[in-house]
């Protein structure tokens, strides 16, 4: 009669193999040592740092370099890129882009947030760059869920915001950098006050146009603006350069003008001052004043005078002795 009784072990036997449970446990136990062991260092890369969190709570910022942690979940470590400028794109998105936030991958999402209302109710087409860095890695992990998500909600609400204040000419031309420099200082107020944990560096309109069914008389109407713009400026430089010239001839002529009446003044009185000399000098010796009168006349008029004849007053019948016709040589 065949025994009902089981083996002893169900491994027992010719060609089996036997092992036991003490070494089982050991081997696990080292196993999940060298696990910890392994798990319980970290690389932050020199552009970063990590968050380290230990049951969830904010435990530490961990710098670039090799780290430590508790293993098994104990210690979580999150790495912030904070030594990197990041960047959001609005309207269009630059390919290849490691931030999943950086731009919006839907087209019909970008084509929405681009397309705005100036205060004027004109439409435009904003394309525009959020450029900043992570400044505090604390605030940023923990004030805000999704803080990347909620830091391009912001700018295209204070976008929007800056847009809508301004005219349609101040958005595509003239008033380009003064809705950046708006857009930038209200976009740091909002991240300051809520801090959270970023530095806005830089805000930049791209592509500012008008709508697609609008562009070709947009366009017309700036070249005829232009057009005006430059004639007023032909104008403005012949207006320039004529009435500064007619403004020196004139005064030159007056000038003139002015000096030759000071000097015709200054001739007639000295003409009245030699006259009253002479006729005190006259008064005094009428006789020696004619005489030298006359002699300064003549001293002045004969050296003029091409031919000369000096006659004693009482020679008489001089003349055909003398041919006055001959022309001097």
């Given at each position: ?32 040592l ?14 970063s ?50 931030n ?16 705005m ?23 940023y ?83 005829a603006?232009q ?14 350069r ?8 004139a ?79």
């Open positions: 009669m065949a025994s009902s009784q089981p083996p002893a072990f169900p491994f027992q036997g010719a060609g089996q193999i036997s092992f036991n449970p003490m070494q089982v446990l050991l081997g696990l136990a080292g196993l999940v060298v696990t910890g062991v392994l798990s319980s260092f970290y690389q932050v890369p020199a552009e740092v990590a968050v380290v969190q230990r049951f969830g709570k904010y435990l530490d910022t961990a710098q670039p370099g090799l780290n430590f942690k508790l293993p098994f979940g104990i210690d979580r470590v999150t790495p912030l890129e904070t030594r990197r400028q990041l960047k959001l794109e609005f309207g269009y998105g630059t390919g290849g882009a490691t999943e936030w950086q731009f919006n991958p839907d087209r019909q999402e970008q084509t929405l947030e681009k397309n209302v100036t205060g004027d109710l004109n439409a435009a087409v904003v394309e525009w760059v959020v450029q900043f860095t992570i400044a505090d890695a604390r605030e992990l923990f004030h805000f869920l999704a803080p990347q998500q909620t830091l391009r909600d912001m700018s295209e609400s204070v976008m929007r915001e800056v847009v809508g204040d301004r005219t349609i000419d101040e958005v595509l031309t003239v008033g380009r950098q003064e809705i950046e420099a708006r857009a930038f200082e209200r976009l740091v107020e909002l991240t300051r006050s809520l801090k959270m944990g970023v530095q806005i560096d830089q805000v930049q309109l791209g592509n500012v146009n008008p709508p697609t069914e609008v562009k070709s008389s947009f366009d017309e109407v700036n070249r603006q057009e005006k713009e430059s004639a007023i400026n032909v104008a403005s430089g012949e207006y320039n004529v009435i500064p010239e007619a403004r020196g001839k005064e030159q002529s007056i000038s003139q003008a002015e000096g030759y009446a000071a000097k015709r003044v200054n001739e007639a009185e000295g003409d009245a001052t030699r006259f009253t000399a002479l006729l005190t000098e006259y008064q005094k010796a009428p006789e020696v004043t004619r005489q030298r009168i006359y002699l300064e006349t003549l001293a002045e008029i004969l050296p003029g005078l091409s031919n000369k004849v000096v006659v004693d007053d009482r020679l008489p019948q001089f003349l055909p002795l003398l041919n006055l016709d001959t022309p001097a040589k």
